[in-house]
């Protein structure tokens, strides 16, 4: 980490003694500026108050609602081409860390890789630590420029379970072919036993989970077709909104395979079954300016998803928790925040946004109202999973330094005498949110 820190302080020192080399945030490294060096810096600070799940305890003491300060996520990116055909890519940062959090706990890696143009624009190899994944437009997101305080994060399907808060071991291919986008990837999962709540006694049941046995390559693709401007696939992740500066409409599908991933108990309780783990999804992204010249701008994304993780299979995810355990059995969501995000099953998943005037505030900016909602028919709940996001986004100057407000709605699930999962319960939290991104 301190050479890091090294090379990014030698990267500014280099840009004030060669001024002249140094625009737009990037360090020039020839003089067409074909090559180059650049940084940035993202900050997520989130102020909230949670109505935790019922049973939610911190540290063993019962807590049923939390307020709280923590780092939502923390991020530093160094990227560059550094010959005509050669890219390099480093993001390094951390996530989630709040009171609850192990102290000093550092940096770690997100992204590390190398890339290779074998023909320019039209096709790259690259290998490494990536995002570059299939499946949808959100499964690589890019955090800095997001609608609301979040991506869906069901589409990172894998998150943090056979990969590093979604990004994965990978050899991939890229490219555009005039409105055709295209990213190909062949990952080498991680193993299970090193995710994190991982329980040896309870890996192998009649419900489908991942299997502890050494997993076999995963391919995945996304395929979009961009009938306006073009987006740029310099790095992965995929913008929420342009804010009106540009005009896109993309169509886009994709998959992520990976045979004998998941496994489960046969109905005898004796013999193992081995399934694949087949998720697909198509989706369509819209974000184009309404008035130009007053700025007023609408974004709008919708996806349709059919994950396959085996029987009944489930899984409940809470950013930045803030419990730490649940006393109450019968409660499928667990901790704080956790909802059954990810699961075997069907999902519906729309968010639309409204850009008001630029400087409809005067000098302190405008606003961009938000809403998103996640409906998911999932395998092994009785009743519909619904989790509502709406908020405004208070942009002092766009996603460089912006405040957002925003409330969420999540469903509990609890077991009833015939072991269904039915939703009997819904509980929220307020978020305010304040990003600062040096890009």
Not at 174 to 188: I, N, V
Not at 290 to 302: C, F, V
Not at 396 to 420: C, D, I, M, W
């Amino acid at each position: 980490m301190k050479k890091i820190l090294f090379l990014v302080a030698g990267l500014m020192l280099s840009s004030i003694s060669f001024s002249q080399t140094y625009k737009e945030g990037k360090l020039y490294l020839n003089q067409d500026g074909s090559q180059f060096l650049k940084m940035t810096l993202l900050n997520q600070t989130w102020l909230r108050y949670n109505d935790n799940n019922p049973g939610s305890t911190t540290n063993g003491f019962d807590k049923s609602s939390t307020t709280d300060i923590g780092i939502r996520r923390l991020r530093l990116q160094l990227f560059g081409q550094i010959t005509d055909r050669t890219y390099i890519y480093l993001q390094v940062g951390e996530n989630n860390f709040n009171a609850l959090s192990d102290r000093k706990q550092g940096f770690f890696i997100h992204d590390a890789l190398g890339e290779y143009a074998v023909v320019k624009n039209k096709l790259s190899l690259g290998g490494g630590l990536t995002g570059w994944s299939g499946l949808s437009r959100f499964a690589a997101a890019a955090v800095g420029g997001q609608l609301g305080v979040d991506a869906p994060l069901y589409q990172q399907a894998t998150n943090d379970v056979t990969d590093q808060f979604l990004r994965k071991l990978s050899v991939y291919a890229k490219g555009k072919l005039g409105g055709f986008d295209y990213r190909l990837a062949l990952s080498d999962p991680m193993a299970i036993q090193k995710s994190a709540g991982f329980n040896a006694a309870t890996a192998l049941t009649k419900n489908s989970n991942f299997s502890t046995m050494p997993p076999k390559f995963q391919t995945q693709g996304y395929f979009q077709y961009q009938f306006w401007d073009k987006e740029s696939n310099m790095n992965p992740y995929m913008v929420g909104t342009y804010l009106g500066t540009k005009k896109v409409f993309n169509i886009g599908a994709g998959f992520i395979y990976q045979p004998d991933a998941m496994w489960h108990l046969a109905d005898n309780g004796k013999d193992t079954l081995k399934t694949a783990m087949t998720l697909l999804a198509v989706d369509v992204f819209y974000d184009a300016p309404i008035n130009k010249e007053k700025g007023t701008a609408l974004s709008a994304y919708a996806a349709f998803s059919d994950y396959n993780f085996g029987k009944n299979y489930i899984r409940e995810s809470g950013p930045l928790n803030p419990a730490t355990g649940n006393a109450n059995s019968t409660v499928l969501n667990g901790a704080g925040n956790n909802a059954p995000l990810y699961g075997t099953g069907q999902t519906l998943y729309g968010q639309v946004g409204y850009k008001m005037a630029n400087n409809m505030l005067g000098k302190a900016g405008t606003l961009m109202p938000y809403v998103s909602v996640q409906y998911s028919d999932y395998e092994k709940l009785a009743d519909p999973m619904v989790f509502y996001d709406a908020g405004i986004n208070w942009l002092f100057s766009g996603h460089t330094s912006k405040l957002t407000l925003a409330y969420q709605s999540r469903p509990v699930y609890t077991s009833n005498t015939s072991g269904e999962y039915n939703a009997t319960d819904r509980k929220g939290g307020i978020i305010m949110q304040y990003q600062v991104f040096f890009n």
